[in-house]
Protein backbone atom coordinates (compact mmCIF):
# COMPACT_ATOMS: atom_id res chain seq x y z
CA UNK A 1 0.00 0.00 0.00
CA UNK A 2 0.92 3.02 -0.91
CA UNK A 3 2.39 5.56 1.77
CA UNK A 4 0.44 8.74 0.12
CA UNK A 5 -2.23 9.05 -1.23
CA UNK A 6 -2.86 13.01 -3.08
CA UNK A 7 -6.15 12.73 -1.22
CA UNK A 8 -5.27 15.37 0.85
CA UNK A 9 -3.53 17.61 -1.11
CA UNK A 10 -5.87 20.30 -1.37
CA UNK A 11 -6.03 20.94 2.19
CA UNK A 12 -9.42 18.35 3.35
CA UNK A 13 -9.51 14.94 4.43
CA UNK A 14 -12.02 12.68 5.61
CA UNK A 15 -12.91 10.15 8.47
CA UNK A 16 -15.15 7.13 8.56
CA UNK A 17 -17.98 9.30 9.07
CA UNK A 18 -17.51 12.92 7.25
CA UNK A 19 -16.27 13.61 3.94
CA UNK A 20 -13.61 16.51 2.77
CA UNK A 21 -13.31 18.46 6.24
CA UNK A 22 -10.89 20.99 6.25
CA UNK A 23 -7.12 19.87 7.93
CA UNK A 24 -7.33 22.40 10.04
CA UNK A 25 -11.04 21.87 11.56
CA UNK A 26 -11.04 21.06 15.14
CA UNK A 27 -11.73 17.02 15.02
CA UNK A 28 -8.06 16.77 13.21
CA UNK A 29 -6.50 19.19 15.45
CA UNK A 30 -7.95 16.92 18.13
CA UNK A 31 -6.31 13.34 16.17
CA UNK A 32 -2.77 14.76 16.09
CA UNK A 33 -3.36 15.73 19.72
CA UNK A 34 -4.15 12.34 20.31
CA UNK A 35 -1.41 10.93 18.55
CA UNK A 36 1.38 13.06 20.20
CA UNK A 37 0.08 12.13 23.25
CA UNK A 38 0.64 8.66 22.92
CA UNK A 39 3.98 8.93 21.42
CA UNK A 40 4.52 11.17 24.56
CA UNK A 41 3.32 8.45 26.87
CA UNK A 42 5.19 5.88 24.76
CA UNK A 43 8.49 7.85 25.48
CA UNK A 44 7.97 7.98 29.31
CA UNK A 45 6.85 4.31 29.08
CA UNK A 46 10.80 3.53 28.00
CA UNK A 47 11.57 4.74 31.80
CA UNK A 48 9.57 3.92 34.17
CA UNK A 49 9.22 0.86 36.06
CA UNK A 50 7.55 -2.56 34.46
CA UNK A 51 4.95 -2.45 36.48
CA UNK A 52 3.64 0.89 35.82
CA UNK A 53 4.71 0.56 32.13
CA UNK A 54 1.98 -2.00 31.68
CA UNK A 55 -0.79 0.47 33.40
CA UNK A 56 0.99 3.16 30.62
CA UNK A 57 0.17 1.22 27.78
CA UNK A 58 -3.01 0.15 28.44
CA UNK A 59 -3.77 3.99 28.29
CA UNK A 60 -2.14 3.80 25.02
CA UNK A 61 -4.66 1.14 23.89
CA UNK A 62 -7.73 3.54 25.20
CA UNK A 63 -6.17 6.38 23.38
CA UNK A 64 -5.93 4.75 19.95
CA UNK A 65 -9.47 3.12 20.66
CA UNK A 66 -10.68 6.71 21.56
CA UNK A 67 -9.25 8.00 17.95
CA UNK A 68 -10.78 5.23 16.56
CA UNK A 69 -14.13 5.88 17.87
CA UNK A 70 -13.33 9.85 16.82
CA UNK A 71 -12.93 8.37 12.90
CA UNK A 72 -16.00 6.91 12.76
CA UNK A 73 -14.73 3.40 14.56
CA UNK A 74 -16.07 1.23 17.39
CA UNK A 75 -18.14 3.01 19.91
CA UNK A 76 -15.48 3.23 22.77
CA UNK A 77 -16.90 2.44 26.40
CA UNK A 78 -16.33 6.35 27.74
CA UNK A 79 -18.06 6.13 31.15
CA UNK A 80 -16.65 2.90 32.08
CA UNK A 81 -13.31 4.20 31.15
CA UNK A 82 -14.25 6.90 33.84
CA UNK A 83 -15.18 4.69 36.40
CA UNK A 84 -12.11 2.78 36.04
CA UNK A 85 -9.73 5.72 36.16
CA UNK A 86 -11.34 6.88 39.62
CA UNK A 87 -10.52 3.99 41.39
CA UNK A 88 -7.13 3.81 40.20
CA UNK A 89 -6.64 7.71 40.74
CA UNK A 90 -8.20 6.90 44.59
CA UNK A 91 -5.61 4.57 45.35
CA UNK A 92 -2.62 5.95 43.89
CA UNK A 93 -3.59 9.23 45.60
CA UNK A 94 -3.82 7.31 49.11
CA UNK A 95 -0.48 5.89 48.67
CA UNK A 96 0.90 9.25 47.34
CA UNK A 97 -0.45 11.78 49.96
CA UNK A 98 0.37 15.37 49.47
CA UNK A 99 -0.35 19.48 49.27
CA UNK A 100 -1.71 19.37 45.81
CA UNK A 101 1.81 20.89 44.55
CA UNK A 102 3.12 19.43 41.53
CA UNK A 103 7.45 19.00 42.02
CA UNK A 104 9.12 20.92 39.16
CA UNK A 105 9.17 18.70 36.20
CA UNK A 106 12.73 17.36 35.76
CA UNK A 107 13.92 16.64 39.64
CA UNK A 108 12.42 13.10 38.14
CA UNK A 109 13.27 11.57 34.97
CA UNK A 110 10.39 9.51 34.97
CA UNK A 111 7.65 11.57 36.75
CA UNK A 112 8.66 14.62 33.66
CA UNK A 113 8.39 12.46 31.04
CA UNK A 114 4.70 11.68 32.44
CA UNK A 115 4.11 15.38 33.41
CA UNK A 116 4.80 16.05 29.63
CA UNK A 117 1.69 13.60 28.58
CA UNK A 118 0.28 15.00 31.26
CA UNK A 119 0.37 18.45 29.23
CA UNK A 120 -0.36 16.61 25.97
CA UNK A 121 -3.52 15.39 27.45
CA UNK A 122 -4.95 18.39 28.74
CA UNK A 123 -4.23 20.23 25.71
CA UNK A 124 -6.40 17.28 24.18
CA UNK A 125 -9.13 18.21 26.54
CA UNK A 126 -9.73 21.80 25.58
CA UNK A 127 -9.85 20.63 21.89
CA UNK A 128 -12.69 18.00 23.06
CA UNK A 129 -14.44 21.51 24.34
CA UNK A 130 -14.13 23.02 20.39
CA UNK A 131 -15.28 19.62 19.20
CA UNK A 132 -18.33 19.57 21.09
CA UNK A 133 -19.79 22.55 19.00
CA UNK A 134 -19.38 21.16 16.46
CA UNK A 135 -20.72 17.81 17.35
CA UNK A 136 -19.09 14.33 17.46
CA UNK A 137 -17.92 14.50 21.01
CA UNK A 138 -20.34 13.19 24.00
CA UNK A 139 -20.56 14.36 27.66
CA UNK A 140 -19.09 11.12 28.52
CA UNK A 141 -16.60 11.96 26.23
CA UNK A 142 -15.30 15.02 27.96
CA UNK A 143 -15.89 13.54 31.08
CA UNK A 144 -12.90 10.71 29.87
CA UNK A 145 -10.63 13.52 28.56
CA UNK A 146 -10.38 15.15 32.02
CA UNK A 147 -9.92 11.77 33.93
CA UNK A 148 -7.25 11.01 31.83
CA UNK A 149 -5.55 14.19 32.59
CA UNK A 150 -6.12 13.62 36.19
CA UNK A 151 -4.86 9.88 36.04
CA UNK A 152 -1.50 10.68 34.23
CA UNK A 153 -0.93 12.92 36.84
CA UNK A 154 -1.28 10.44 38.91
CA UNK A 155 1.24 8.27 37.56
CA UNK A 156 3.24 11.05 37.82
CA UNK A 157 2.74 11.12 41.29
CA UNK A 158 3.59 7.71 41.39
CA UNK A 159 6.61 7.74 39.59
CA UNK A 160 7.97 10.74 42.25
CA UNK A 161 7.35 8.49 44.85
CA UNK A 162 9.24 5.59 43.54
CA UNK A 163 12.24 7.38 43.02
CA UNK A 164 14.81 6.42 45.23
CA UNK A 165 17.43 9.01 46.40
CA UNK A 166 20.82 8.47 44.63
CA UNK A 167 23.88 7.43 46.20
CA UNK A 168 26.18 9.52 47.60
CA UNK A 169 29.47 7.92 45.00
CA UNK A 170 32.52 10.30 44.62
CA UNK A 171 32.58 10.30 40.63
CA UNK A 172 36.63 8.77 39.67
CA UNK A 173 38.23 11.33 37.19
CA UNK A 174 38.31 10.25 33.67
CA UNK A 175 41.40 9.19 31.92
CA UNK A 176 42.94 12.19 30.16
CA UNK A 177 43.20 11.73 26.47
CA UNK A 178 46.47 10.54 24.82
CA UNK A 179 46.46 13.29 22.81
CA UNK A 180 44.58 16.04 25.26
CA UNK A 181 46.50 19.52 25.12
CA UNK A 182 49.30 20.13 28.17
CA UNK A 183 47.88 21.41 31.22
CA UNK A 184 44.79 19.08 31.84
CA UNK A 185 41.72 17.39 29.97
CA UNK A 186 40.29 18.42 26.84
CA UNK A 187 37.33 20.14 27.18
CA UNK A 188 34.30 18.75 25.77
CA UNK A 189 33.30 22.04 23.41
CA UNK A 190 37.56 20.92 22.06
CA UNK A 191 36.08 17.57 21.73
CA UNK A 192 33.22 18.03 19.86
CA UNK A 193 34.86 21.01 17.01
CA UNK A 194 37.44 17.97 16.23
CA UNK A 195 34.91 15.71 15.85
CA UNK A 196 32.78 17.47 13.40
CA UNK A 197 36.39 18.95 11.85
CA UNK A 198 37.09 14.86 11.06
CA UNK A 199 33.61 14.17 9.89
CA UNK A 200 33.96 17.33 7.52
CA UNK A 201 37.33 16.02 6.39
CA UNK A 202 35.51 12.60 6.09
CA UNK A 203 33.02 14.01 4.40
CA UNK A 204 34.91 16.03 1.62
CA UNK A 205 36.55 12.53 0.23
CA UNK A 206 33.51 11.37 -0.94
CA UNK A 207 32.75 14.17 -1.91
CA UNK A 208 29.60 15.66 -0.23
CA UNK A 209 29.63 19.11 1.94
CA UNK A 210 27.92 18.30 5.30
CA UNK A 211 26.97 20.00 8.31
CA UNK A 212 28.60 18.50 11.41
CA UNK A 213 26.93 19.23 15.06
CA UNK A 214 27.57 17.96 18.79
CA UNK A 215 24.83 18.67 21.48
CA UNK A 216 26.11 17.96 25.35
CA UNK A 217 24.75 15.72 28.01
CA UNK A 218 22.13 18.56 28.46
CA UNK A 219 20.71 18.80 24.75
CA UNK A 220 22.44 22.25 24.46
CA UNK A 221 24.54 23.17 21.06
CA UNK A 222 28.43 22.51 21.73
CA UNK A 223 29.80 22.93 17.97
CA UNK A 224 28.58 23.56 14.89
CA UNK A 225 30.52 23.33 11.54
CA UNK A 226 29.03 23.43 7.97
CA UNK A 227 31.08 23.23 4.90
CA UNK A 228 31.53 25.49 2.24
CA UNK A 229 28.44 24.57 -0.10
CA UNK A 230 26.51 22.69 2.02
CA UNK A 231 23.04 22.76 2.39
CA UNK A 232 21.48 25.92 4.38
CA UNK A 233 19.06 23.49 6.46
CA UNK A 234 21.63 21.12 6.82
CA UNK A 235 23.17 22.77 10.14
CA UNK A 236 19.60 22.77 11.98
CA UNK A 237 19.29 19.03 10.71
CA UNK A 238 22.20 18.32 11.94
CA UNK A 239 21.63 19.59 15.41
CA UNK A 240 18.17 18.43 15.50
CA UNK A 241 19.92 14.61 14.37
CA UNK A 242 22.75 15.07 17.61
CA UNK A 243 19.87 15.94 19.71
CA UNK A 244 17.54 13.17 18.98
CA UNK A 245 20.33 10.80 19.40
CA UNK A 246 20.88 11.95 22.40
CA UNK A 247 17.70 11.69 23.98
CA UNK A 248 16.29 8.63 22.62
CA UNK A 249 19.59 6.61 23.56
CA UNK A 250 20.40 5.77 20.06
CA UNK A 251 21.62 6.23 16.57
CA UNK A 252 18.77 7.52 14.53
CA UNK A 253 18.39 5.40 12.02
CA UNK A 254 17.00 3.06 14.58
CA UNK A 255 14.32 5.16 14.61
CA UNK A 256 12.82 4.75 11.60
CA UNK A 257 11.65 1.24 11.56
CA UNK A 258 10.15 2.31 15.25
CA UNK A 259 8.27 5.03 14.16
CA UNK A 260 6.63 3.56 11.41
CA UNK A 261 2.71 2.58 11.80
CA UNK A 262 2.99 -0.12 13.95
CA UNK A 263 5.90 0.89 15.69
CA UNK A 264 6.52 0.64 19.26
CA UNK A 265 7.51 4.80 19.50
CA UNK A 266 4.84 5.27 16.37
CA UNK A 267 4.19 9.00 16.29
CA UNK A 268 7.39 10.10 18.22
CA UNK A 269 8.41 12.27 15.66
CA UNK A 270 5.64 14.52 16.75
CA UNK A 271 6.84 14.97 19.96
CA UNK A 272 9.96 17.08 21.13
CA UNK A 273 9.08 20.26 19.76
CA UNK A 274 9.82 19.14 16.30
CA UNK A 275 13.16 18.13 16.96
CA UNK A 276 13.03 14.51 16.70
CA UNK A 277 14.61 13.24 13.23
CA UNK A 278 13.70 9.64 12.09
CA UNK A 279 16.31 9.16 9.99
CA UNK A 280 20.18 8.05 9.78
CA UNK A 281 22.83 10.68 10.47
CA UNK A 282 22.94 11.12 14.54
CA UNK A 283 24.45 8.74 17.17
CA UNK A 284 25.02 9.34 21.06
CA UNK A 285 27.96 10.20 22.69
CA UNK A 286 29.79 7.59 25.24
CA UNK A 287 32.78 8.26 27.35
CA UNK A 288 33.89 5.75 29.76
CA UNK A 289 30.12 4.54 29.68
CA UNK A 290 29.36 7.27 30.54
CA UNK A 291 26.38 8.83 28.08
CA UNK A 292 27.99 12.73 27.50
CA UNK A 293 26.31 14.06 24.05
CA UNK A 294 25.06 13.41 20.98
CA UNK A 295 26.59 13.77 17.45
CA UNK A 296 24.44 14.96 14.12
CA UNK A 297 25.82 15.34 10.29
CA UNK A 298 23.14 15.84 7.19
CA UNK A 299 24.28 16.97 3.25
CA UNK A 300 24.46 14.18 2.05
CA UNK A 301 22.31 10.77 1.02
CA UNK A 302 20.48 9.34 3.97
CA UNK A 303 22.81 6.50 3.37
CA UNK A 304 25.79 8.70 3.05
CA UNK A 305 24.94 10.54 6.40
CA UNK A 306 24.14 7.25 8.36
CA UNK A 307 27.54 5.87 7.49
CA UNK A 308 29.63 9.51 8.50
CA UNK A 309 27.81 9.08 11.91
CA UNK A 310 29.22 5.63 12.46
CA UNK A 311 32.38 7.08 11.29
CA UNK A 312 32.15 9.50 14.15
CA UNK A 313 31.42 7.00 16.74
CA UNK A 314 34.35 5.48 15.74
CA UNK A 315 36.91 7.78 15.39
CA UNK A 316 35.42 9.03 18.47
CA UNK A 317 35.55 6.24 20.32
CA UNK A 318 38.99 5.23 18.96
CA UNK A 319 40.45 8.93 20.35
CA UNK A 320 38.66 8.76 23.87
CA UNK A 321 38.56 5.36 24.95
Known amino acids: MSLYTRSGDS ?30 LGMARGRIPPE ?31 A ?8 IRKSCPGDGERPLPGDCGPAAALRMAWAVARR ?20 WG ?14 EKER ?38 KAAQLPVAVAAAVCDAGGNAAALLRADGAQLVGAKTASDKAYTSLAMKMPTEKLAGLAAPGGALYG ?33 TCGQDTELAR ?11
Open 146 to 159: NRLSDFIDSLARLA
Open 52 to 82: TGRIVRAVQQDVLAFSSRLSGGTPFPAREKV
Open 124 to 143: AERQMVACKRTGGISRDALM
Open 164 to 201: APAPEIPFPPEKPSPEAPAGGEESFCEMALWLCREVLK
Open 11 to 40: GFSSTATRRMIPKDSPVFSLLGTLEELNAA
Open 311 to 321: YAERVFRGKYH
Open 268 to 300: VQSAGGGRIVVFGGGVPLYLHGRLIGGFGVSGG
Open 84 to 91: EMEKSIDI
